[in-house]
């Protein structure tokens, strides 16, 4: 199993990319998507990869959503902000956050989160003090952002990436 | 493609998809001219690599699947890599500017961590 598929999700994830680019599936495209999840994987091996270790899928797809809910309401208030004739009034700032995940695809998922929420930019990370700057365009002045980011996102990320 | 042989409904939904993705992406290209510093501006077109892009390409994706008769899904594709690229960017200019106004020392420069 780990010698031919030594990156399951990865082999999963090109092979249903092969068959979306070329829909509606044939056996050939199905043969090819089969040979491409097996190969490139393996040849991905000489980048040696951290393999994923996933402990509740169930939770990832939970937390998409919660992700997508989000992403919506931000592009709302964020475009209430731009159109907004009082550009004066409004305060904006730095946040830093201190972030007790250290997993490399959990703090990717979190620049990505992060990211596709407009409103928060991921700015700096440091690795040694584990704090992340963020740049909000509506600061409250509080922890707010603080709570927000740590129990909404950083929570369920340090249930899934153990 | 010849279009006109799916119901006016689909046509419709297909249109104000489009146009509300592209209303976001004018607001986010709009915040490039009207928010004040570098830091804010550059939340501005995360709103047409999100919501804007997501419109847009549920409208090819209607649209396509109607002509064609099956779900065409390719197009989700795209949204995909558009949301695992952008925050390489955006959190690179953002680190430029930061480093540049430290080491400067401008009035608007971030915190140390």
């Known amino acids: 199993m780990s010698r031919l598929l030594p990156h399951p999700i990865l082999s999963a994830a090109l092979a249903a990319t092969w068959l979306l680019l070329n829909a509606p599936p044939s056996p050939g495209s199905l043969v090819l998507a089969v040979a491409a999840g097996l190969t490139i994987p393996a040849v991905m091996r000489a980048l040696r990869p951290a393999p994923v270790r996933l402990r509740r899928p169930w939770a990832l797809l939970r937390l998409a959503g919660l992700v997508l809910a989000d992403m919506v309401r931000s592009n709302l208030d964020v475009a209430r902000i731009i159109l907004s004739p009082d550009q004066a009034g409004r305060r904006t700032g730095f946040v830093s956050i201190p972030l007790e995940l250290r997993d490399p695809f959990g703090l990717t998922l979190l620049a990505i989160m992060l990211t596709v929420t407009p409103g928060t930019l991921w700015v700096q990370y440091d690795s040694d003090t584990g704090r992340l700057l963020l740049h909000v365009l509506d600061d409250t002045g509080d922890d707010g952002w603080v709570r927000r980011v740590k129990e909404r996102y950083e929570r369920p990320l340090l249930e899934i990436f153990a | ?113």
């Open chain 2, 1 to 113: 493609m010849t279009g006109g042989d799916f119901p006016l409904w689909a046509a419709c939904l297909v249109v104000a998809l489009a146009l509300a993705g592209a209303g976001f992406a004018l607001t986010g290209s709009l915040g490039l001219i009207r928010l004040r510093t570098f830091y804010e501006r550059t939340h501005a077109p995360s709103l047409s690599a999100t919501l804007g892009a997501t419109l847009i390409l549920l409208s090819s994706m209607l649209l396509l699947s109607l002509v064609e008769g099956r779900p065409v899904l390719r197009d989700a594709l795209i949204g995909l890599f558009i949301t695992v690229t952008t925050p390489v960017t955006l959190i690179l200019l953002s680190r430029a500017a930061a480093h540049r106004d430290r080491h400067e020392k401008r009035p608007g420069a971030p915190p140390k961590t």
